[in-house]
């Protein structure tokens, strides 16, 4: 698969991206760009494309092996030797591949000619084998309780009979008629004729069994498609582990090369810690392995906590939801909060709410509490920081609209956990290019005093010039990136900080959080991502959707009337502008009346305008802008 980013065709710039005979070694260790491509070329994937496990198909290729797939010859094989979603002995356990036992598979073996087209399972021993094929033809079938069974050679059989009776009259049946012509007669009385039988005994035999003009091909099963020659788990183990120490050094050269003088204002690493999707039932799921961050009241700290099974959310109400994990007792009976329009207020002191039911994070003691009757009364239960924003109707989950991995919230407490990595702008170097600050986050969090409802910036920085981030919440301020001096500006204070994401504040409390992806461009202004040139016609569109582009019409002298301009690039919708000017080789712009002026006639993809050239040729120029 040949892919483009945004403003580059990769396959013209690296050719080497997919050709995988060349393993993408042909990289240049100090060029941001190839060090990312090469990233992506180490991880690309490498599924078999159209086959699935138990697929069995004809193949010219001589190798034992090819891509996960083996020869059709009784092989044998345990559970242990595959690893992912679709082992095949899983399969023949569910009965989605079709299978025998050992002694069924050998009976077939003997009475077949050697061939047995179904698999043997052995579920005692955790093994299985494949089919034996050999010196045999594929037959297609729409009935799947026949899939696997052998068919034993079958001969047509032409039979008939021809004679007389008593008295002398043909008589022919079967694969015979009656024949005119004359005959002499015999004894009366007596019956005489001739029966026929076709059968391969009386065949001239040219081989062992009736078989059509054939070509020998070997025939293959598909055992796994994870990964190119990766069967056993130990095998796939040893690959990734290769892979994955070239994929550590692409990537320490793309962030050598970031650091230098190639892009700013973004985030490089943002560890992903929590795992959450929609099942088939329309809930939301809080998968194990997640990490999720709670208050400990003893120590007066943040602390994280891995889960060890999941979480269902089945609470729909109508609504977006920011879910907390309820840690209250044993493991075994968390659950999420749901199905309540709970706010979120931090403070040191109980909090005054608008609302009936409401989280309360206590920043004195560490403790959360809540309360289902408008504060009257606390019930300390404690619960995790949010981490996930979901939208839901009245009976299912509908989107997953932000994952709180690393940024997360709690009312007015912004909080970021440990090693974000972002380059944050730092001035210009002598020579123009760009002077960029390592920061990586530590977990900290700070409390906001909000007021009102407003948008506002995440970014993660720090005010004493060091290595260390923390979080910094511009809602206060008017945030703004220098291009020319590469720098942030918070209202009129230079800032050493990166832009993280996005925030809405709704009443002076947080209520929704988005992170910024890695690797990305931060607020350093659209960029040009494709452009066109021929002569005087000329376009540029922009990573915004902007689009400007420009050309030139001729107009005969002694003429006025009418001209359609059909645009290089069609716009959204009419709201664009169009600029003329006119002038010719031997007079000045305008000169003996000459006029170029635009139209009624305006559509996405085209334009007119009406022109009026007295004294000479006219050309004219023409400008478009718009998204």
Request: glycine fraction near 8%.
């Amino acid at each position: 698969m040949t892919e483009q980013n945004s403003n580059t065709n990769l396959e013209e710039l690296y050719p080497w991206i997919d050709d995988v005979t060349k393993e993408g070694a042909d990289y240049e260790p100090n060029d941001l760009n190839n060090n990312l491509m090469h990233l992506k070329y180490v991880h690309r994937p490498k599924n078999v494309a159209g086959r699935n496990i138990g697929d069995i198909f004809w193949t010219m290729r001589v190798d034992e092996t090819i891509n996960g797939a083996y020869p059709c010859d009784g092989g044998e094989f345990m559970e242990d030797d595959f690893s992912g979603e679709n082992n095949p002995y899983e399969l023949l356990v569910l009965g989605r591949i079709p299978s025998v036992t050992y002694a069924e598979y050998a009976a077939q073996m003997e009475a077949n000619n050697g061939n047995c087209g179904f698999f043997a399972l052995d579920t005692e021993n955790n093994k299985f084998k494949l089919p034996t094929l050999h010196k045999i033809s594929i037959e297609a079938t729409k009935i799947t309780g026949n899939i696997g069974d052998y068919i034993q050679d079958q001969i047509v059989n032409i039979t008939g009979k021809f004679g007389s009776d008593d008295r002398m009259t043909q008589i022919a049946e079967g694969a015979f008629s009656a024949a005119a012509g004359t005959y002499n007669t015999g004894s009366t009385g007596s019956e005489v004729g001739t029966a026929f039988e076709f059968s391969a005994s009386k065949v001239v035999n040219t081989g062992d069994r009736v078989k059509p003009r054939t070509i020998s091909l070997r025939a293959m099963v598909q055992l796994a498609n994870e990964v190119d020659d990766a069967v056993s788990i130990e095998s796939y183990t040893n690959r990734i582990e290769i892979k994955t120490q070239e994929g550590i050094s692409a990537l320490s050269n793309a962030s050598s090369c970031l650091t230098q003088s190639q892009v700013t204002n973004c985030v490089l690493e943002s560890p992903r810690k929590i795992n959450v999707e929609i099942n088939s039932d329309g809930q939301l799921v809080l998968k194990a392995g997640s990490v999720v961050v709670y208050p400990d009241s003893a120590t007066k700290t943040f602390k994280e906590y891995t889960t060890t099974r999941d979480y269902v959310s089945t609470g729909f109400n109508n609504r977006q939801q920011t879910l907390l994990l309820n840690m209250q007792g044993g493991e075994e009976s968390w659950g999420t909060l749901d199905g309540i329009a709970a706010e979120l207020y931090c403070s040191s002191t109980t909090p005054v709410i608008s609302g009936q039911y409401a989280v309360w994070l206590n920043l004195e003691t560490f403790e959360t509490k809540f309360t289902n009757d408008s504060g009257s009364s606390w019930q300390s239960i404690r619960y995790s920081m949010p981490f996930v924003i979901a939208t839901c109707s009245a009976s299912a989950y509908t989107s997953i609209d932000s994952v709180l991995d690393n940024f997360t919230f709690f009312g007015t407490y912004l909080m970021v956990r440990d090693d974000v990595k972002v380059l944050a702008p730092s001035g210009r170097n002598q020579d123009g290019t760009l002077n960029n600050k390592l920061i990586t986050s530590v977990m900290s969090g700070h409390n906001y005093n909000f007021n009102g409802t407003t948008d506002a910036h995440l970014l993660l920085g720090n005010e004493d010039n060091s290595d260390n981030g923390g979080v910094i919440c511009a809602a206060y301020y008017d945030y703004s990136y220098n291009n020319e001096k590469n720098t942030i500006q918070l209202g009129a204070v230079e800032s050493t900080c990166a832009l993280c994401g996005e925030m809405k504040i709704v009443n002076s409390r947080i209520t929704y959080l988005k992170e910024k992806e890695t690797l990305r461009v931060g607020d350093s202004g659209p960029v040009v991502v494709e452009t066109y040139r021929n002569g005087a016609s000329w376009y540029r569109v922009w990573s915004d959707g902007l689009i400007e582009q420009g050309g030139s019409c001729v107009s005969q002298a002694g003429s006025t009337g009418l001209v359609t301009i059909n645009l290089l690039k069609s716009y959204s919708d009419t709201n664009y502008s169009v600029f003329l000017t006119t002038g010719n080789s031997t007079a000045p712009a305008g000169y003996y009346g000459n006029r170029y002026t635009l139209a009624s006639y305006l559509k996405k993809d085209q334009f007119t305008v009406t022109y009026t050239a007295k004294s000479s040729t006219v050309h004219s120029y023409w400008y478009a802008r718009g998204y």
